[in-house]
């Protein structure tokens, strides 16, 4: 790849977050963040998005531009969602592992393309996921308390496992299948599958996926009351955001073919107001 393309990647994807901005549900949730937080926790989305796209988008050797980014991570930065994040890493004292595991599971996008069952897709996102909400906790000063920790990373874990029941065929696309082979051989669904029609097969094997992502965004949300406050209701928002794309989904018939089922920007801002209410 040549070096100045090289170079380039991260302002690429930089274009392309700012693109897709208004397609993202995190500006409404941060909302409910504390003033002082929201710049923060939107570098970290920034960073968050950027990996992402390296990871799917980026054309060239992928893995050598996941090794750039993350040594940009120890400075200096070289593009402007690098400089906030550095400024929001100084300013909050976040540790610099989570950054790294959100590279890492960009990279096992590159090397691996199936799962065998619940476990390795958990596996997956202690990665891919759950640094995100360790990272809001740390942001929040509260990152150095177990039960939290514990209750986060079943929000995010949640929160993954429900996009990847919205992008099957997306994700196949890719050449990626992040659904339980195990679970898929139960019920009798192969890979190909993923690509559509939906069948009585595989709207048994998501609806029984779904279950499982409701059941640990309800098993985190009372993080939400531990927190408190506007941390607490920015916290309840992910979850209960999760909890609406399930019920999505379900209006939806489980049809991730025809269309993305997910909650509108209108039903965000309707949770927020019930959120505030409930505060």
């Not at 640094?131 to 986060?152: A, F, I, K, T, W």
């Not at 998501?206 to 406050?229: C, F, I, M, N, V």
């Amino acid at each position: 790849m040549p070096a100045r393309s090289l170079l380039e990647a991260p302002e690429l994807a930089a274009e392309r977050i700012a693109a897709r901005a208004g397609e993202e549900n995190f500006p409404v949730v941060s909302v409910l963040a504390p003033r002082g937080a929201r710049p923060h926790l939107r570098a970290i989305y920034g960073f968050a998005r950027l990996v992402d796209n390296l990871g799917d988008e980026a054309e060239g050797d992928r893995l050598v531009l996941l090794d750039e980014l993350e040594r940009e991570l120890d400075g200096p930065p070289r593009t402007e969602i690098m400089r906030r994040l550095h400024e929001t890493i100084a300013q909050c004292s976040l540790p610099l592992d989570p950054f790294r595991r959100l590279i890492e599971a960009n990279r096992i996008d590159q090397r691996k393309s199936r799962y065998a069952n619940w476990e390795e897709v958990k596996e997956y996102c202690t990665c891919s996921a759950d640094p995100v909400g360790r990272l809001v906790l740390g942001v929040y000063g509260r990152s150095g308390d177990e039960e939290l920790l514990r209750m986060s990373d079943s929000i995010c874990t949640g929160l993954q496992l429900v996009n990847f029941l919205q992008d099957p065929p997306r994700d196949l696309a890719l050449g990626r299948v992040y659904l339980p082979q195990n679970d898929m051989e139960r019920f009798g669904v192969v890979d190909e599958d993923l690509a559509g029609p939906l069948t009585s097969e595989i709207l048994t094997l998501l609806r029984y996926e779904g279950d499982r992502a409701r059941s640990l965004l309800e098993a985190g949300l009372p993080l939400a009351r531990e927190l408190g406050g506007r941390p607490g209701m920015s916290v309840a928002l992910y979850a209960r955001g999760g909890l609406a794309a399930l019920d999505a989904l379900e209006r939806a018939g489980w049809d991730v073919f025809t269309s993305r089922p997910a909650p509108t920007k209108w039903t965000f801002a309707r949770l927020a107001a019930l959120e505030l209410l409930r505060r």
